[in-house]
């Protein structure tokens, strides 16, 4: 895309949080953001004056968004903690317990396929080199992507299962309704 394009498409990568508003250009900073980071750093990411993003960054961490770590200077980063919550809330609001305890189902048969093809209990328990060595139709990037989307499979259930328990309230203490 040239520079002065207005196609309507997405901005560059450098500049994804241009548009937006400081709250918006914050919040989007911290998003990407991987180690504990001073606020300096992050109002400069977010293109705006760091008091302000002292003060979007002091609203986030009130929220559970953001953990604030003291020291000299105060770094605060992205609070992983939350955005899972927020996944299995989102699925327990979504989605009908049956239809979670179904795709419990679909990934559980899923993890045992990999289970049985590999004879392990996990991906973490596969010598990638030796499964693809051992195999005459898998390549060790097959290997590896199959290892990769286990994986992701175990996550995935487990977020389903307890989106499953939060939404019939087992075990949460919370009424659904």
């Known amino acids: 895309m040239a520079d002065g394009d207005t196609s309507g498409g997405p ?14 250009r914050v919040y989007g900073t911290i998003l990407q953001t991987r ?11 977010a293109d705006c004056d760091p008091k302000t993003a ?5 609203w986030f961490t009130e929220l559970g968004i953001v953990t604030r770590h003291d020291g000299r200077p105060v770094t605060y980063e992205r609070n ?10 989102r699925l327990a609001t979504d989605h ?11 990934l559980t048969a899923r993890i045992d396929a990999y289970e049985d093809v ?8 596969v010598d990638a080199v030796a499964a693809a060595e051992a195999s005459d ?36 203490g919370r009424v659904s309704g």
């Open 11 to 24: 901005p560059a990568f450098e500049d994804a949080f241009g548009g937006d508003d400081v709250e918006q």
């Open 35 to 45: 180690n504990p980071t001073a606020a300096n750093e992050i109002a400069e990411g």
């Open 54 to 58: 002292r003060k979007y960054l002091r």
């Open 80 to 89: 992983d903690t939350y955005f899972e919550w927020r996944r299995i809330d």
């Open 96 to 106: 009908s317990v049956d239809a979670l305890q179904q795709r419990v189902r679909e």
């Open 118 to 125: 590999y004879d392990a209990s996990t991906p973490a328990a």
């Open 137 to 172: 139709d898998r390549t060790i990037d097959d290997v590896y992507s199959d290892l990769g989307d286990w994986k992701t499979a175990r996550e995935e259930r487990r977020r389903h299962e307890r989106a499953r328990q939060q939404r019939s309230g087992a075990g949460t």
